[in-house]
């Protein structure tokens, strides 16, 4: 039997990346004052509202897959306002779109992803492209998953350059990589609003259910040990080296990942100001 043709796209968007705001909240994303509908979206979304922010700060979160970028992110994001900017959840909010709905670029993305190879830079920083309005935004950012090659890297940079937007610093979080692959084999994801989980670090308070929304919980299909792998090597050949680019741009903060993540975040938050004393 033929297979049906997909039903014409109602889209709201422009290019490749824009999802339609109808799907994310049949999705069930929880509304919160973390809006990041321009970016999850695409930038015919616009935001509800501008997060509050305490200091203004403009991060790129570093480290390899599985450091806890992301669980850092969001606490950074409830002591700082700024806004958690992550590419990662811009492709899986894509992937639970159906077929029909994700655009060929979007799909050969997806495929990358899958098999926990990087998706290639200029996929990727065309959708950074076009949400730079987010890195305009007076709420400020944490990027977390971006820039991810030294390809990117200058991209970025000269996006902001060309903007005249300063970052603040890169953080790059460093860990053992046999608790990295701990940390990664545990890892839970509300399928509604992403809030990330451990199944022992970080367990929900009914198992399998999200604390914040009642989500069901699942694990990532690049979570699996063959796909952790290359998303190590990955790591080790193409984003390793952005710890240099940073360094030599004098923004990089080293911080150790170990111990709980409120400790870390604690960490990263001094860090910061020390950061922010030294050059003021
Ligand atoms: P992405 O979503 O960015 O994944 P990643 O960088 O591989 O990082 P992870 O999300 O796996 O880990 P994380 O560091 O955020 O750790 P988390 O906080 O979840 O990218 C996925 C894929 O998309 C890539 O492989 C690539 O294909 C593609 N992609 C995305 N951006 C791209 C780009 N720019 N260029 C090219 N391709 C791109 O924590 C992990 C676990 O540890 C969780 O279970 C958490 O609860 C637990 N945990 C966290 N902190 C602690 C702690 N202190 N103690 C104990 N457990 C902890």
Redesign the pocket.
């Given at each position: 039997m033929a297979d049906k043709p997909c039903p014409p796209r109602s889209r709201i968007g422009v290019a490749n990346f824009t999802l339609d705001r109808a799907v994310v909240v049949i999705d069930g994303m929880t509304p919160s004052p973390h809006d990041r509908s321009a970016w999850l979206q695409g930038p015919a979304s616009p935001c509800d509202s501008v997060p509050r922010v305490n200091q203004p700060r403009r991060l790129v979160l570093l480290?390899?897959?599985?450091?806890?970028?992301?669980?850092?992110a969001d606490l950074l994001h409830r002591v700082l306002g700024a806004c958690h900017l992550?590419?990662?959840?811009v492709?899986?909010a894509a992937g639970s779109l159906s077929e029909c709905e994700q655009s060929p670029a979007m799909k050969q993305a997806l495929g990358?992803?899958r098999r926990?190879?990087?998706?290639p830079?200029a996929i990727?920083c065309e959708m950074v492209r076009e949400r730079s309005e987010c890195l305009h935004c007076r709420g400020c950012f944490i990027l977390?998953?971006?820039?991810?090659?030294l390809g990117?890297a200058e991209s970025l940079k000269e996006l902001l350059d060309g903007e005249g937007v300063m970052l603040t610093a890169a953080v790059n979080?460093d860990l053992a990589t046999s608790e990295i692959v701990a940390?990664?084999a545990?890892?839970?994801t509300c399928e509604k609003c992403r809030t990330?989980?451990?199944v022992t670090?970080?367990a929900p308070k009914v198992a399998d259910r999200c604390d914040r929304c009642d989500g069901k919980l699942f694990q990532?299909e690049?979570?699996r040990p063959e796909s952790i792998r290359v998303?190590l090597e990955?790591y080790d050949r193409s984003t390793a080296p952005l710890i240099k680019f940073y360094r030599d741009l004098g923004l990089l903060v080293h911080i150790t990942?170990t111990?709980?993540?409120d400790?870390?975040c604690a960490r990263t938050i001094s860090a910061l100001a020390v950061r922010a004393i030294r050059s003021a």
């Open positions: 480290g390899a897959p599985g450091v806890g970028k992301g669980t850092q992550s590419t990662g959840d492709f899986r990358y992803m926990g190879e990087l998706v830079d990727v977390d998953g971006f820039p991810r090659t990117q979080y940390r990664l545990g890892r839970r990330v989980y451990h670090e970080r990532r690049d979570d998303r990955a990942a111990g709980s993540a400790e870390i």
